[in-house]
């Protein structure tokens, strides 16, 4: 669980923050019993991501609020719109030391000028390899179909072996995960052998197409985040200090210090944030719901 692991790498944090986190995480996302709602429950206030943030050196609880007047992470009062939705769900005593962290809207990054050039445009993520192939991953909203082929700057790729895309999937939390088959005479290069979580304030850098390195900071993890343009919920999510991500950077693989693998571009909140999704919670997904025996990064 990237939150549990994200809250031990910090210095501080609060008491239980990964725990409190994950059971809010659940009760925004779900709401009350016999309540329907094709976007997670808490988007009704603004709320589009829960999990946990690093705050005047602290990690505790954290809400991503769209349409917050605030310039800065603020506290949840109970009279407000968010605090009496909480309060209605969990125990709101619990949570004093809640953020909320305003951002704009979360949406996707697929813009012209990268490796990926069709089905759609994006960057192509990190080698992965199985029983009985070689590939690469990228995000399943950049290669959203089986068996189509996959077309970067010089040519042919690949082919789709692997798709999935939240898009249009409302409040089922998802893996943005697609995998693209190359063929066994394909040199690949540049392939990552391991993963890590990332801690607070842990320094992280962009690998983009054609251009340098983009440096980002980790704020928090997220278990759940909600892109409204796309009706989508993505689980295990990391939010950056600042947006460091632009148009045509999905897919794009995500280092830490050591050029260590932490995830894939998701997209971003412009002028907030950029959002990264947990290369290892990918690989788990794609593993449960494919029939690529044995996947895994190299």
């Known amino acids: 669980m990237s939150i549990r692991e994200f809250v031990r790498k910090g210095s501080q944090s609060q008491p239980n923050v990964a725990a409190r986190a994950l059971l809010l995480a659940d009760a925004l996302l779900r709401g009350p019993e016999k309540v329907f709602d094709n976007r997670p429950y808490a988007v009704r206030v603004g709320v589009y991501g829960v999990g946990v943030a690093v705050y005047q050196g602290t990690v505790r609880p954290?809400?991503?609020?769209?349409?917050?007047?605030?310039?800065?992470?603020?506290?949840?009062?109970?009279?407000?719109?968010?605090?009496?939705l909480m309060?209605?769900?969990?125990?709101?005593?619990?949570?004093?030391?809640?953020?909320?962290?305003?951002?704009?809207?979360?949406?996707?990054?697929?813009?012209?000028?990268?490796?990926?050039?069709?089905?759609?445009?994006?960057?192509?993520?990190?080698?992965?390899?199985w029983t009985t192939g070689q590939g690469f991953l990228t995000v399943g909203h950049v290669a959203p179909t089986l068996g189509v082929a996959v077309i970067g700057q010089a040519g042919q790729i690949g082919t789709v072996v692997y798709a999935n895309d939240p898009s249009g999937h409302g409040a089922i939390v998802e893996e943005d995960a697609a995998v693209i088959e190359v063929s066994s005479s394909v040199r690949r290069t540049g392939l990552f052998s391991?993963?890590?979580?990332?801690?607070p304030n842990d320094a992280v850098s962009v690998l983009r197409s054609g251009k340098p390195n983009a440096p980002a900071s980790i704020m928090g993890s997220f278990q759940w985040l909600y892109?409204?343009?796309?009706?989508?919920?993505?689980?295990?999510?990391?939010?950056?200090?600042?947006?460091?991500?632009?148009?045509?950077?999905?897919?794009?693989?995500?280092m830490d210090s050591s050029n260590v693998l932490i995830g894939h571009v998701l997209g971003a909140s412009p002028q907030f944030s950029s959002y990264v999704q947990d290369v290892a919670y990918q690989l788990k997904s794609v593993a449960s719901r494919s029939k690529l025996g044995g996947i895994a990064l190299g």
């Open 227 to 254: 892109m409204p343009g796309a009706n989508g919920t993505y689980g295990e999510v990391y939010s950056t200090t600042m947006q460091a991500t632009y148009q045509g950077d999905s897919g794009a693989p995500v």
């Open 194 to 199: 391991s993963s890590t979580v990332p801690g």
């Open 62 to 84: 954290a809400l991503l609020v769209v349409g917050s007047p605030a310039e800065k992470p603020i506290g949840i009062v109970r009279e407000s719109p968010v605090g009496a």
């Open 87 to 129: 309060a209605d769900l969990v125990d709101f005593e619990t949570y004093g030391d809640l953020i909320a962290v305003p951002t704009s809207a979360p949406e996707l990054q697929v813009a012209p000028g990268d490796a990926i050039r069709k089905p759609k445009l994006g960057i192509l993520g990190a080698g992965v390899k």
